[in-house]
């Protein structure tokens, strides 16, 4: 409900004002996670009146979050840093309604689509452990490790000619670097976590889904831009007002928001500053 977004700014002017927040010299950090907006886009999509609706909800709540700062501490003194985790995909049924590229891929295709091929070749079995979006993890335990190569390759092949899949990556390629050429490849392989990725990887087309349960809704965590483009901006004192239009990532935060308050950045950082400091 967008009710949640009234309670949730309620709780954050509480923690301000019973925390003392922004009452000294010393810098303290405050974080406040919209999470309604996300529940509503999957249920609804990005272009339904619902989403229409809270975003319009969530910008009154920021504004009279920001008079409340500028009422208690003063705005002069208060660093605004908003963003998003994600984008997402339309609902599929929309897209194609609108003529436009879209559609819903089920883990039993992709299941059975790399059964059937590798039963051809080594016999009928199940070679297939388990799926979790976007990662396929194989069984491969009752071939022998002259035959593993040859059927990883096959349920590669056998994936991408799904409708709805643009390429699957072999986790054996990643970890040999194989996949590092385009853009949306290096995406794909920085989430690579060896050791609990998925053996297959598998990218579904612009705007296609993979769907678990009764076709509803949509999803996001590709690498196409409706995923990956999200806000990021910056509001306070030393802060030079503009648009920069270089590529950037959430990760950038922490190092740019260490370098104004003159701090050594997170030991686990990797972002680099954005623009303007550099």
């Not at 619902?50 to 660093?79: K, M, P, Y």
């Not at 992709?110 to 080594?122: C, G, M, P, T, Y």
């Not at 990532?249 to 003159?262: F, M, N």
């Amino acid at each position: 409900s967008p009710q949640s977004l009234t309670g949730l700014f309620h709780m954050a002017r509480l923690v301000v004002t019973n925390e003392g927040l922004g009452r000294d010299e010393i810098p303290d950090l405050m974080t406040v996670g919209v999470s309604t907006n996300d529940r509503v886009g999957h249920a609804f999509g990005p272009y339904s009146p619902e989403v229409h609706d809270i975003t319009l909800r969530t910008d009154r709540e920021l504004a009279n979050f920001f008079r409340f700062l500028d009422s208690e501490i003063g705005l002069q003194d208060v660093l605004i840093v908003l963003t998003s985790d994600h984008g997402v995909a339309p609902v599929p049924e929309f897209s194609q309604r609108t003529r436009a590229m879209g559609g819903r891929i089920s883990p039993e295709e992709i299941r059975a689509a790399v059964n059937q091929a590798l039963s051809r070749e080594f016999g009928a079995a199940e070679y297939v452990r388990g799926f979790y979006d976007p990662h396929l993890y194989f069984d491969f335990r009752r071939l022998t490790s002259a035959q593993v190569e040859r059927a990883e390759e096959l349920a590669k092949s056998a994936v991408e000619k799904l409708e709805g899949v643009q390429y699957a990556l072999l986790a054996s390629h990643i970890r040999q670097g194989r996949h590092l050429k385009t853009p949306l490849e290096r995406r794909v392989s920085a989430s690579f976590f060896r050791g609990r990725s998925g053996d297959l990887v598998i990218l579904p087309r612009p705007q296609w889904i993979v769907s678990f349960d009764e076709p509803k809704g949509t999803n996001h965590g590709s690498g196409w831009t409706h995923d990956t483009h999200v806000p990021l901006i910056v509001r306070g004192n030393g802060v030079p007002a503009g648009r920069y239009r270089q590529t950037c990532t959430p990760r950038d935060i922490a190092p740019t928001i260490s370098e104004i308050l003159k701090m050594t950045p997170p030991a686990g950082s990797d972002g680099e500053l954005l623009e303007w400091l550099r």
